[in-house]
Each structure stands twice: as C-alpha cells, then as structure tokens.
C-alpha cells in the first residue's frame, strides 16, 4: 500500500521538463545569462561572473519550476561551433538567441547569425525569444532600437537579393516576415539580473503554450 501511495503521490506531483537552447555570438553573454538564472531560481547559486570562461560545446543547467522543469543549453558562439547548434533543435521546446546590444560592430554578424537560427526549418514552430543584453551599460542599444535594428538589416537583405535576382518570394519567406512580425524582443542585463524573471516568465508560458 505504501508503495502504491507514493507512486500516486510522484505520478500527481511530477513536473514535465522542457529543453531550452541559448544562443548567441560569443561573448554576447549566453553564459552569465544562465548562471544567473541558476543563481535567482536554484538554492545553489551559479558561477559569478568572475569565474565564467568562454563556452566551448555546451553548458546545462536546470530551474523548477511550478509544474515546470526548464532544462537549458548555453550552446558556444565561436564560429567553429555554431555548427553544432542545429543537432538540439529538433528536441527543444524554446530558443533564447541573445544579442550584445552594446557591441554595435558585431550587430551585422549578430543579425547574419540570427537570421540562420529564425529561418531554419526544425525550429519554425518553436518560441524564440531574442534577447537584447547589457541593458545596464549606457552605451547599449534600446529594445526598441534593437528591433529596429534588425528589421532595417533585413529589409536591406531583401533589397540585396532583388537587385542579384536571388529574391525569395517563397511560402518559406512569407512564414518568416511573419515570425519577425511577432518576433518578441526583451531587454536583460544577465550581470545584475534585470530583466531575467520575465524572460523566464515568457519561456514558462510558452512552453507550457506549446503542449496544448
């Protein structure tokens, strides 16, 4: 009987898990991001920014929460290892791209990166979430200006490919005007954690969304 009980009880309390990817160029602040998740969710804080060094493969860390497990990837930036990003997309359930909004050289490839992540057929129908980090720098780009940015990049890209005759006017492409269209864009400072909680927020709602 004992046995039986406690089967009950784990089956009513069990909380389903859910796979996270985060992504983003290196030194965008994929890592920081995830070790202050850990840090504002978990009993165990994460590492301190002092003791973060560039990603190389993959990072894992785990947040509960109510009826949730969020299970997340900080996958590495570097260009060498961009590659291995598309080998998790077909198990996650949400895309956290980050983007350095104070490093406004990078922003270019940033959005060239991007575009690749947005566009790509295994995550079509997955929540992305971009994130526009080091919101606490004043030398860093508004979300408003982010998204800006981004939709002035990739109306020059269609421009481009008019004039080469390489226009997309595919289903494909009508799918990703209207992601962009929808695209939600949030403002974070992974350093001192403004912002986290409701981006955490958002995941949590669309993952729990994306059951039904």
């Known amino acids: ?123 079509l129908n997955v929540p992305l979430l971009l994130l526009a980090n080091k919101q606490d720098s004043p030398q860093s780009l508004s979300v408003d200006e982010i998204r800006r940015d981004y939709e002035e990049w990739f109306q020059n890209k269609i421009e481009n490919s008019r004039r080469t005759y390489e226009y997309d006017s595919s289903p494909d492409m009508h799918h990703r005007r209207e992601r962009i269209a929808s695209l939600d864009v949030m403002g974070v400072s992974a350093l001192e954690g403004t912002g986290v909680r409701a981006a955490i927020d958002w995941i949590f709602i669309r993952v729990q969304n994306s059951r039904s």
């Open 1 to 123: 009987m004992y046995h039986l009980l406690k089967g009950f009880h784990e089956y009513l309390t069990r909380k389903e898990e859910f796979s996270v990817i985060i992504v983003g160029l290196d030194r965008a602040g994929k890592t920081t991001l995830l070790e202050k998740i850990k840090t504002l969710y978990n009993d165990v804080p994460g590492l301190t920014p002092d003791k973060i060094v560039p990603t190389v493969g993959q990072n894992m860390g785990k947040i509960s929460l109510p009826s949730t497990i969020l299970k997340f990837w900080d996958l590495g930036g570097q260009k060498g290892i961009r590659s291995i990003w598309p080998r998790y997309y077909d198990d996650c359930h949400a895309v956290v791209y980050v983007i350095d909004a104070e490093d406004r050289e990078r922003l270019g490839e940033g959005w060239e990166v991007f575009d690749s992540v947005l566009s790509n057929p295994q995550i």
